[in-house]
């Protein structure tokens, strides 16, 4: 049930924010250029295992941090609990950069955006862990099961002059094996708050998804094939290596574009966040044709 919220929570997501910013991305007319990047954070990985395991800190014990295009943020934390008594059977955490100066209203309301998503997804799954909790009071490892937990964290992964990574990380805790994990990342403009197209930010390049998606497809056999998933047909991994373009799988750093799948998409959980990492001389050389 937990698993099934959560990836219709990403899929409402992304095509709000399509809608949403369509007209304006199509007025604003600039051109991409290729981005002086400079590392914000490390890369977020897909563990698995604490709440929040972002930069910074809370906005109530830490400075601003601030990066180059003059965006000043910390971050935020809010925290929710459903109680039977004094046992706590469901908890949710939100944790999420807020911003200062230039820029900043935009980049507040696109996350506004991304955030309420998850708030409004939160009526069910307390819902549902209630309905877990009930039917759970006669088990011997009711404690051991409790809280359910719903995390949805925001982190800032680069920046450039006009353009900043956030990386969004999604873990349902349903008291099953292992949590359930989604990842997303959105290149989001600073002009107008809007996240950018994949083919956008291909044009400084000359690339278009297709050179991409296969690029991408022969580095992750040649560097993941072991761990990945028996496909009978060549042309299914490419499909799936696709979707991570059209799921917002993606995102550029200070080393290049990363594609990436999220654990269960093209490998066993066992093998975590699957990555294809394709460095800017690979695409200013055009992928080596």
């Known amino acids: 049930m937990k698993k099934k919220i959560i990836l219709t929570f990403a899929a409402v997501l992304t095509m709000f924010l399509a809608a949403g910013c369509k007209q304006e991305d199509e007025n604003l007319g600039a051109d991409v250029t290729k981005p002086p990047v400079e590392a914000l954070t490390d890369a977020p990985s897909a563990e698995t295992e604490g709440t929040t395991p972002l930069p910074g800190k809370t906005e109530t014990d ?7 295009s003059g ?38 309301g696109f996350l ?26 006669s088990g011997e490892y009711i404690a051991s099961i409790f809280p359910e937990k719903e995390e949805f964290t925001v982190s800032c992964l680069w920046e450039s002059e006009q353009h900043m990574t956030l990386f969004t990380k999604g873990v349902s805790s349903t008291g099953g ?48 094939g072991e761990n990945l998933y028996d496909y009978d047909d060549a042309g299914e ?9 059209q799921n917002n799988q993606w ?28 460095s800017y001389e690979e695409l200013e050389q055009g992928l080596k044709k």
């Open 62 to 68: 830490s400075a601003h941090n601030e990066d180059s």
């Open 177 to 224: 094996a292992h949590p359930n994990v989604y990842c997303r990342a959105y290149v989001v403009n600073l002009t107008n708050g809007c996240p950018e197209s994949f083919e956008r930010m291909l044009e400084e390049y000359g690339l278009t998804t297709e050179d991409i998606v296969a690029y991408a497809t022969k580095k992750l056999r040649s560097e993941h």
């Open 251 to 278: 995102y550029f750093n200070d080393k290049g574009l990363v594609l990436f799948a999220n654990p269960y998409e093209l490998a066993a959980y066992a093998y975590g966040m699957i990555e294809c990492e394709i």
């Open 71 to 108: 965006l000043k943020f910390s971050f935020r934390e809010e925290t929710e609990e459903e109680k039977d008594g004094d046992f706590v059977f469901f908890k949710s955490t939100l944790y999420y950069p807020v911003f200062e100066g230039k820029n900043a209203e935009k980049m507040n």
């Open 237 to 245: 991994f490419k499909d799936s290596v696709y979707r991570l373009v």
């Open 112 to 137: 506004e955006t991304v955030m309420e998503t998850f708030r409004e997804s939160l009526s069910e799954a307390k819902e549902s862990a209630r309905f877990d909790y009930e039917d759970s009071l």
